[in-house]
């Protein structure tokens, strides 16, 4: 499950950069009045029109994360996505989404997996979620949790590795995201991080076979 160490958010530097940047490709008169409609909304406080409660996987239900846990953005235009991070919630799927939903925890993903199958989308993909306790991997990826305990190997349900390998698929095939061990990573693997998820339990080689066959079916 994602730490709480905090994604700084919205700095008023880079946004500046930005813009003067894109002035100065125009020279020094008036920034293009389509540049400046196309990139406004990345200035502090302002935040990209979408639609509420849409979602990026289909059969997903929506529950909005707080704010406070994840940056808004505008990926992949802004930062290219090219990793999957898996996640394990160490509670239940109830309870994690409450954390997300808590301004104070500082920490959620995109994504929610139960048991059953079920997957809830917190956060949009286009969206940087505060899942891997590392800024550069917040910004290249999606973070996928999933309900259970990393020392409860029956927690990994068949239903939950089938609709995962589903998910995962449909955001490598979204971004051309290779299926491999390269891109779709466990937490444990992201540098800095002390934690230990997905464990020593999740079948790795079970669940890339899936993803490949989920993928070569949408094909």
């Known amino acids: 499950m994602g730490d709480g160490k905090r994604d700084s958010d919205r700095r ?3 946004r500046a950069l930005l813009i003067g940047g894109a002035a100065a ?10 540049e400046l409609a196309r990139l ?3 200035l502090p406080g302002v935040r990209k ?21 994840f940056r808004w953005a505008d990926r992949p235009d802004d930062y290219g996505i ?11 799927l109830d309870s994690a989404v409450k954390a997300f939903e808590d301004p104070g925890h500082r920490a959620a993903a995109h994504y929610i997996v139960g048991k059953d199958g079920r997957v809830t989308q917190m956060i949009r993909e286009l969206d940087v979620a505060y899942h891997a306790g ?3 991997y917040n910004e290249r990826s999606v973070g996928i949790e999933h309900e259970g305990f990393v020392d409860r190997p029956q927690d990994f349900t068949d239903a939950m590795y089938a609709a995962s390998a589903r998910l995962t698929a449909a955001i490598c095939r979204r971004y051309d ?27 790795w080689d079970r669940y890339l076979r899936l993803v490949r066959e989920a993928r070569a079916a949408a094909s």
């Open 12 to 14: 008023i530097g880079r």
């Open 25 to 34: 490709a125009v020279g020094t008169g008036v920034l293009a009045r389509d």
């Open 40 to 42: 406004y909304w990345r």
């Open 49 to 69: 029109q979408r639609v509420e409660g849409a979602v990026d996987f289909l059969g997903a239900r929506w529950v909005a994360a707080s704010e406070a846990n």
């Open 82 to 92: 090219d990793m999957v991070v898996v996640h394990v919630t160490q509670g239940d």
């Open 134 to 136: 590392n800024r550069a």
């Open 177 to 203: 995201i290779a299926v491999d061990r390269e891109h779709v990573i466990g937490h444990v693997e992201v540098p800095g991080t002390d934690h230990t998820d997905p464990g020593e339990h999740w079948d």
